[in-house]
């Protein structure tokens, strides 16, 4: 029986761990590698190819190599790649089950890729993100159609469905071309957007809309002044709610709901695909044909984040990535490292990702030092959390309450919370503490622009930018250099406002931010560098060495949790110090293997 690193070695995220033996190979994590990433690419201005990127991601090192482990990854994926490379299709999956440690892109963010009949094992509540998260994606690409997933047609299928669509397009007497034909395959909104534009070209639709519109304008202009209501805010509102409704119902009746709806039905019958998900509790040992794994629950930035013990032919492989041992649910780490500390295990495999950090606050300091921030700001309170750090939100929760304000959050975050559904004592989406704020769509009304958002556009406490404007004193709001133009153009917040950015090393950074910022640190650092351009020219106080409950382990404390599990050999993975970590466990008998990507490590038994 052997291990496999094809992620997670020298680098921080990307983990990859195969388990193979005797009749059955597993998998823990398929996580994005951000280290190869940024190598070659530099998020959302370039990524990799939408259509069946395969081939060139494993050219790179970014995924495995398929004619290494035939069947790990799907058949429509290796039939689309044949044509350009030499791989083969499978029947059987190569890993029969892939358990998913937590909901971090950098964790599970490939297994995409993996192959249809493998099982996905995940927590509850990680599967509830993860549904999340594919739902708020902005940008359709296979790695964010993980639990369901649309087959990659092939170039015969393809071609047919252009003309397909082509015919539809050519019987309205609408204009088709190549990017049309982009926008339409890329996902139903960005299809829709395109129908509307192309019928507002047409002149009669024009006119008749434009006519009706300057109609009801004039109208309630003139009802407003007889009833002497001069409210232009007032105007404003009954104006843009209209006409949004109105384009609905022009557009609709010229056509575009019935193409839309064509067009659907012939994308529809390119096959899609569906994941099969087991879900895993912690201490509920789960029985396959040769191994046993073992969920333990560990704290962390995410909800619902798990280490485990896995059993096989007498030997026990121990896996931690990523734990903290501070912050929320810390007893759950306590108690993971103490099962361990009890098992004798052979091989713990264990992140290092915090190599030279051992300063962590505690949750008192954070609060406190926030609290007189906040005391500080003359109007609007501006937090910056990134979105898949649960926890961190529901800390600004907590101070929302001690200083008797709202915490103010975007529709993102709300469906985040709506996923948690008041676990861990999370407050619920409709708390009484939360405001949630409309965006201002696409026609600059606030209509939802996507479907999943009208859930949160009709609760009880949403809340516009105009509105947040003028209770400014009331509110924290979330937010950070990518809300800009929202803050600035449309909330305004007056000076003396107070944004305030936890202080997150690099490392931290890149694996928390992944669904806003480009994984460069040049990038990252300019991009603070805009920020306070914006704060100088609005007058804001920046708080910028705000403290910060980390969800990663000190390094002091990765080495206690080594030193009190025992294991007879140890491997760091997640990170890029593995020989500083071998050095701080001289003074043991702990054997330090410092893995190399994609080498076998054959397992031996505890002597």
Not at 6 to 26: A, D, Q, S, Y
Not at 374 to 402: C, F, H, M
Not at 429 to 441: A, F, G, P, R, S
Request: hydrophobic share 35%; net charge neutral; charged share 30%.
């Amino acid at each position: 029986m052997h291990i496999i690193l094809e992620g997670g070695v020298h680098e921080i995220g990307g983990n990859k761990l195969f388990i193979i033996g005797k009749k059955e190979r597993i998998g823990i994590d398929f996580g994005r590698s951000f280290s190869v990433e940024k190598r070659f690419y530099s998020r959302p201005f370039m990524r990799p190819p939408k259509w069946n990127p395969l081939p060139v991601l494993v050219d790179i090192g970014y995924l495995p190599n398929p004619k290494s482990y035939e069947g790990l990854y799907r058949n429509d994926l290796i039939e689309a790649s044949r044509s350009v490379r030499d791989y083969n299709l499978s029947k059987e999956p190569f890993l029969s089950h892939l358990f998913i440690s937590h909901a971090h892109s950098d964790h599970y963010g490939s297994a995409a890729y993996l192959h249809e009949l493998t099982n996905i094992c995940v927590g509850r509540k990680t599967k509830d993100l993860l549904e999340a998260y594919e739902e708020i994606s902005s940008k359709i690409t296979i790695e964010n159609e993980f639990l369901k997933y649309k087959k990659i047609p092939t170039n015969e299928e393809l071609r047919s469905l252009k003309e397909r669509i082509s015919e539809i397009f050519r019987e309205y007497k609408l204009t088709f071309n190549d990017e049309i034909f982009e926008k339409i395959i890329s996902g139903s909104e960005e299809a829709r957007k395109a129908i509307n534009k192309e019928i507002k070209k047409d002149q009669s639709v024009k006119e008749i809309f434009e006519k009706i519109r300057d109609g009801v304008i004039g109208v309630t202009n003139s009802v407003l002044k007889k009833r002497n209501i001069e409210s232009k805010e007032l105007l404003k509102k009954i104006i843009s709610s209209f006409v949004a409704n109105l384009e609905r119902i022009i557009f609709g009746s010229f056509g575009s709901d019935e193409i839309y709806s064509k067009i659907k039905g012939e994308k529809e019958k390119i096959s899609s695909g569906e994941r099969s998900l087991k879900i895993i509790e912690d201490e509920k040992l789960i029985k396959l044909e040769e191994f046993e794994v073992l969920p333990l629950r560990v704290s962390h930035q995410v909800v619902d984040s798990y280490a485990f013990i896995v059993y096989a032919n007498g030997k026990k492989i121990g896996y931690i990535s990523d734990f903290r041992w501070h912050g929320d649910e810390v007893e759950k780490t306590t108690k993971c490292i103490e099962r361990m500390s009890k098992e004798k295990i052979d091989y713990l495999l264990i992140e290092f990702t915090r190599a030279h950090e051992d300063y962590e606050p505690t949750r008192e300091q954070v609060i406190e030092r926030e609290i007189q921030a906040i005391k500080r700001s003359k109007g609007l309170t501006i937090v910056d959390v990134p979105l898949s750090n649960n926890w961190e939100l529901n800390l600004q929760y907590q101070i929302a309450k001690l200083t008797n304000k709202y915490l103010c959050i975007s529709p993102k975050f709300a469906r985040i919370l709506k996923a948690i559904d008041g676990s861990y004592g999370f407050p619920k989406v409709e708390d009484k503490n939360i405001l949630i704020y409309k965006d201002k769509n696409s026609e600059g009304d606030y209509s939802p622009d996507r479907k999943w958002e009208e859930f949160f556009f009709n609760l009880k406490n949403t809340i516009t930018t105009e509105e947040i404007h003028k209770n400014q004193g009331d509110i924290i709001f979330i937010g950070g250099y990518f809300d800009v133009n929202r803050i600035f153009s449309e909330i305004r917040p007056v000076p003396g406002s107070v944004y305030i950015r936890p202080f997150r090393t690099y490392e931290e950074g890149s694996l928390e931010e992944e669904d806003i910022l480009p994984e460069i640190e040049a990038e990252r650092l300019a991009s603070l560098v805009r920020m306070e351009q914006w704060l100088r020219v609005y007058n804001l106080f920046w708080e910028t060495k705000m403290p910060y409950i980390s969800g990663h382990a000190t390094s002091s404390d990765v080495i206690r949790a080594v030193k009190e599990i025992n294991p007879k050999n140890v491997i760091p993975i997640h990170t890029e110090h593995p020989k500083y970590f071998a050095s701080l466990l001289r003074d043991t008998n702990i054997n330090v293997i410092i893995p190399e990507k994609g080498k076998e490590i054959l397992l031996t038994g505890r002597k």
